[in-house]
């Protein structure tokens, strides 16, 4: 009778340890799983905001880009409008410019 209880003892004990590693294996592997799917869902995040500040940056150089433009062209009418003023001025004067010295 002793050895059947022993034996039957060690079948219990076995079960128990193999049930409840089991079980604790798959709590962990739960645990797990929702550690990696917050962490996943954080870096989701901090992608679409660094999306979104490269879109705001196109955004923003593209607006550059129109106002350059505009001032450039600002820029030539004013030389053209400063060239025929000077033009005109010796004219008025009567002398011509060569070299930075008037005759």
């Known amino acids: ?10 079948v219990v ?3 128990a340890a ?4 089991i079980s604790s294996k798959k709590r962990c592997d739960k645990t797990e799983a929702q550690k990696d799917s917050a962490e996943m869902a954080t870096v ?12 705001e940056i196109k955004a923003d150089m593209r607006n550059m880009r129109e106002e350059v433009a505009a001032t450039r062209e600002r820029i ?3 030389e053209a409008s ?3 003023a000077h033009k005109r001025i ?3 004067t009567g002398t011509r410019r060569r070299g930075g010295n008037e005759e």
Request: hydrophobic share 55%; net charge negative; charged share 15%.
């Open 1 to 10: 009778m002793t050895i059947e209880l022993t034996i039957l003892l060690s």
């Open 13 to 15: 004990s076995v079960s």
């Open 18 to 21: 193999l049930f409840f590693g």
């Open 44 to 55: 989701i995040v901090k992608l679409e905001n660094i999306g979104n500040g490269v879109n």
């Open 76 to 78: 030539v009418a004013v």
């Open 82 to 84: 400063a060239k025929q």
């Open 90 to 92: 010796d004219e008025l």
